[in-house]
């Protein structure tokens, strides 16, 4: 309430210090950095914006096509096209400083030192409350594997990421791994404030007139309602594991429901990517939803929801979970 | 740019496309040759994105003020489900979007080429360029006479009218491109814009280019969003003094572009999947030496 | 051709001494052994059945709700309820001899030791051609770790699998894994045949009214049109990696040009799973459209597709996948 | 079973509830009270799984002949889609699907209890009982008046009839169970037949169990297939000496079942998720001593 009596409950949410004046900010690379959507989104009743990721070096990115739809949602091969640390300060950075609302910098790299370049380029930029790390990218020094697909290689980069700055750190993991939960922990170990759960499943879609592929890129990444299911599996799971680490939780989300599943499962605050392709205005939409759907529970916040999901009274692990 | 639901006024055939006329005032109001806009597909169904569609007509003044007109090639499922509107029915609609084409004072005769439903924005466009003044020549070409679009009206606009099909159902066989010398020499054009297939518009760029006539083209490419914020609709373009090269976002740079400055081979071409930074950049490619219409 | 001039293309296809009519399979735990879908679907009609996972022991399998329908797609969590191989012999023995199509058995357990048992009591089961070993079950003795999760694991249920038996054995994996390919080359170098690519995704849905997770077992398997994007990426990859080994794809086909999707993707035949549910007679309409396609192209057999795809030039690991 | 494409002949309201009226003179044939259909949502929604649905009416003769009758209670996506059907539209119908009510020969006065559109097939029961010259009682129960099943057709239809509501805007204020008892004892029921809510269908089983009276229930339970392939539709079943259990698929072994031997806590209570084998399985549940109608 306080000070929204009108309203009902209050829509801030806190990640251990990082706040957010709603829990529904917009994924990397879906709203650029806000400043094309300000025409038609009202920023000020989102809450925050994830820039599309930085790189060290302006990157052209990858040859078209770079997407296609696929059931319930869509593939893409951008190559995180960007003008380079240096391009995005001097492009991005006035809009990020006047904009009055938290926007958290997604970095992307090759190496480590890439990483840690950009962190050093970007950590005084005013406006910036965090830095999103996007560990999702192939590390040229261990053979392209990608970085969040090994606990170590994705400790090396929170690491030296932390070391250099005070902003806090999200990580940000794919769901593509063994293992999600130990990848999670390695990071949180390395100095990760929180985890931003789940970047795109690696996919590929194949044109049967053509018999090429869709994407230029052959492969890329899957995002929308249809990953959905992925996405809160792997929030309940690091929460599980994690309850005192902040999770940022998306993958599908596009209505007020699917965000309070996510919160259900145990995020801290969600990110909606794709939906804003077709609905711009639906992180406001999402952000009033549950604001309803804490005022007809009761609640006051959404972290009263947050990881209340009702267990049955015992889980056991060695039942066959498919089929 | 707006987001508005409006109402579908008609639903009509054009040939081989469909018409359909908008109720939406705002988006009319600030439309430009060349814009196009972005329709929301229903709810529920596994086609999540919006499809974009080029501005045909919109009228600020008379009996059709405040309205707009698309047109559309049924072939995939949104266009299908599109196809279907009634009248009555509501769409969500997000427009205008991108940079439509320009208009050079000094350039007084105007050679329009369409392909297909690409013929859709030219006609917006003479109407504009008609009103400025200038003299305005077209061509319509297309796969036969049924996918010419809306030919009567183009000779009733046009002071020159050229039609192509590639099957000789309606006037000369051969493509757009097969007339354009002729075309160009007869009407001493000074200015090409372009609309059509992506293949066609290269064809045309580079004979304009050889020409030494300034040439903007509007271009079709995937867009996940139309808002420039995802990145999807990569138009390599090439610097003003032929060297370097950016992607430029077709959504917000684009649609229409400069014919001389898109890295056609790159674009078009086998598409291969590499590191950008590792490409090849071109050394210098050809480029009009009339004056700059527009990046 | 060969016999069947006013058809076109032939449907057959062979999968390095394994023949199967039409080159489109009923998916494991969508269509039981055929006997229930006898009545409305033509069963000489289709290429043939993968019977659902049997186990060693009867399993009675997790409770309700066991499924949730989601974006495209659906979560399941049946538990492999199953008679135990004494009883799927007792019922679905006499049946599958009869039915005159080929029979694949999928085989499930929990330890090393439960495969074996019931490959020996299944391997001399008149009508079946094949054993398809489900190995996305969780290892007892692995700490409840999913036996195609680790190439060690998996690698020595097929090896155990594959000395007891002539039959040959296609291990079916899954993508929950940080790399496909590496768990694919432990299954042949232990013994596979040929791998069926890919069982359902880990997933999870919370009903936001209750508060409960939809399905009883709180995870599940996900399936549907939802999932193919990632499939068909798998099936690319492992069949880059192991273009000699037969390899059957599956997850989200239900139309021919899906199936068609996979062919050129590597695979050498498909299954269908989900798609049964709500249009049972689709595999044979995707047979006939797999025909029709070949038909058109003038080609005579699946096999002139199989692995097509046309590749760009060059395609350079680095790139960034995915954003 | 069979698979067709019926046309819709009419849909109508019934209170809170939509009829569908289809023509499937095929499945209308078969049809035996207690199955169900499945019908398919259409292609390229995002809902993928067919919806089933209780036959209200099978009719084989007279003016409707060849028809089937289903009742709706739009809630969801599927229904919600299914209730906006028209006159001449097309439905993608599989049935009949899984084992109707049984009837014993010895058993002459029959109570059928429906809760909300529960109701809707034990009208098709009720008819069968009645040409087979049995005595029917029935008590219609619903949270309000709206969702009280056509309580005047049932009436013309019964022999006796009780009507509750939770709000009391209909018949007696509260719930199905609250009459049962003083029903019974009115009618002097030898078996009982339910359909609705699952929680309802346990009250009953268990009252019936007490006095010791056979009583069929028509369960539901989320069904991905409805065809007895994929075992998402388990109802936890005690063998018939009260030992031992086993998950029967709704489907094909149901969607009637023994109420007494449904081991309902297992099925409807907190849903442990754990290895079934290491489940405790029920000493002995209770059972009515009356002959078994059917397993
Ligand atoms: C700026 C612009 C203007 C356009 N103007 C017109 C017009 O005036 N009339 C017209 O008929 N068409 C126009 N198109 C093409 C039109 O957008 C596509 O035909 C349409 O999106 C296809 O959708 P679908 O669902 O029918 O096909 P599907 O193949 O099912 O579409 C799948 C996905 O691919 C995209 N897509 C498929 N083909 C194209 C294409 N050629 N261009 C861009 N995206 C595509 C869709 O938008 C969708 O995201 C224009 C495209 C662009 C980019
Ligand atoms: C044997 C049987 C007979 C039925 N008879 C009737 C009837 O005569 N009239 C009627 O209105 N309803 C009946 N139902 C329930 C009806 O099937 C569901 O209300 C309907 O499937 C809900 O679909 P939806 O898309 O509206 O809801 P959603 O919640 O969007 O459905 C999501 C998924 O859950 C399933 N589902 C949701 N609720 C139920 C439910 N209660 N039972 C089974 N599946 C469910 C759907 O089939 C779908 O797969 C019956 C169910 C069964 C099993
Ligand atoms: C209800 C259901 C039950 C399944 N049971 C099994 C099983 O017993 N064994 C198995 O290997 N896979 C099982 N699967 C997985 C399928 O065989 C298949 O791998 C998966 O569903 C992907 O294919 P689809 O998208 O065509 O359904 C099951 C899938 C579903 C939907
Ligand atoms: C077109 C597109 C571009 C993306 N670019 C990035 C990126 O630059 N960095 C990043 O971390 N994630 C990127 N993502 C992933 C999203 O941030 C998000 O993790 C994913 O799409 C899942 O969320 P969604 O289903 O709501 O889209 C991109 C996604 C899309 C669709
Ligand atoms: S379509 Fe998204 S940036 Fe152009
Ligand atoms: S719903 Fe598939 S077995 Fe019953």
């Known amino acids: ?323 | 740019m707006i987001r508005t639901r409006c109402e579908v006024l008609s639903n009509r055939r054009t040939g081989a496309y469909h018409s359909l006329t908008l109720v939406a005032p705002d988006i009319a109001d600030r439309a430009k040759p060349g814009q196009f806009v972005q329709i929301a597909v229903p709810e529920g169904r596994e086609t999540l994105l919006r499809r974009p569609f080029s501005i045909h007509q919109a009228s600020r003044r008379g009996g059709w003020a405040g309205t707009l007109e698309i047109v559309l090639d049924a072939r995939g499922r949104g266009t299908a489900w599109l196809a279907e509107a009634r009248t009555h029915d509501v769409l969500d609609v997000i427009g205008p979007l991108g940079r439509g084409f320009s208009y050079a004072a000094d350039l007084g005769s105007c050679l329009l080429v369409g392909g297909g439903y690409g013929g859709a924005p030219l006609f917006f466009l003479a109407e504009e360029l008609r009103a400025r003044n200038k003299l305005v020549g077209m061509i319509l070409g297309a796969r036969d006479h049924e996918r010419v679009f809306k030919p009567i009206e183009g000779k009733r606009l046009a002071d020159t009218m050229v039609i192509t099909t590639e099957d000789g159902t309606m006037g000369e066989r051969g493509r757009v491109t097969d007339v354009l010398d002729a075309t160009l020499a007869r009407t001493g054009a000074q200015v090409v814009y372009a609309c059509g297939p992506n293949a066609m518009l290269r064809a045309v760029a580079e004979r304009c280019a050889v020409r030494g006539i300034p040439c903007q083209v509007a271009v079709e490419e995937l867009m996940a969003c139309g808002l420039g914020v995802c990145w999807t609709c990569a138009v390599p373009v090439v610097g003003r003094d032929g060297r370097g090269w950016w992607n430029m976002r077709a959504c917000v740079e684009g649609p229409v572009f400069n014919g001389s400055r898109i890295w056609w081979d790159r674009w078009l071409g086998e598409r291969p999947a590499e590191p950008a930074s590792s490409a090849p950049e071109p050394e210098r490619i050809h480029r009009p030496e009339a004056a700059e219409v527009r990046p």
Chains 1, 3 share one sequence.
């Not at chain 1, 910098?105 to 090759?110: E, H, L, T, Y």
């Not at chain 1, 929460?239 to 145990?266: C, W």
Request: proline share 7%; hydrophobic share 45%; charged share 20%.
């Open chain 1, 1 to 323: 309430m306080n000070g929204e009596p009108d309203l009902g409950a209050s829509l801030a949410v806190g990640l251990n210090g990082v706040s957010f004046p709603t829990p529904v900010l917009a994924a990397s690379g879906c709203f650029n950095s806000g400043r094309e959507m300000a025409g038609i989104v009202d920023l000020h009743r989102i809450g925050g914006v994830v820039t599309k990721s930085v790189t060290l070096h302006p990157t052209k990115g990858l040859p078209v096509p770079r997407m296609a739809e696929t059931p319930s949602g869509m593939l893409n091969a951008i190559g995180l096209q960007n003008p380079g640390v240096e391009g995005f300060l001097q492009k991005e950075g006035p809009f990020i400083g006047a904009a009055g609302i938290p926007v958290v910098v997604s970095i992307a790299g090759r190496s480590v030192e890439e990483f840690s370049q950009v962190t050093l380029r970007i950590r005084d930029l005013p406006g910036v409350v965090a830095i999103e790390a996007n560990i999702s990218c192939p590390n040229v020094e261990r053979r392209n594997q990608v970085f969040a697909c090994h606990p170590g290689d994705a400790a090396e980069v929170i690491g030296a990421m932390s070391r250099l700055t005070r902003l806090p750190i999200f990580a940000k993991l794919t769901a593509d791994v063994t293992d999600i939960v130990a990848v999670a922990e390695a990071c949180v170990r390395a100095g990760a404030h929180g985890l931003s759960l789940i970047n795109t499943l690696l996919g590929m879609a194949i044109d049967t007139e053509t018999f090429r592929p869709r994407l230029g890129a052959v492969t890329g990444g899957l995002s929308g309602p249809a990953i959905r299911p992925v996405a809160v599996r792997c929030v309940y799971q690091v929460a599980q594991a994690l309850p005192d680490v902040p999770i940022i939780g998306m993958g599908g989300i596009r209505s007020p429901n699917d965000a309070v599943e996510f919160l259900l499962a145990g995020a801290w605050a969600v990110q909606v990517g794709t939906a804003n392709f077709f609905d711009p205005g639906v992180m406001i939409d999402i952000g009033e939803g549950i604001r309803r759907f804490l005022n007809a529970r009761g609640l006051s916040s959404p972290a009263d929801i947050r990881g209340k999901a009702r267990l049955p009274d015992r889980v056991a692990e060695p039942a066959y979970r498919r089929g």
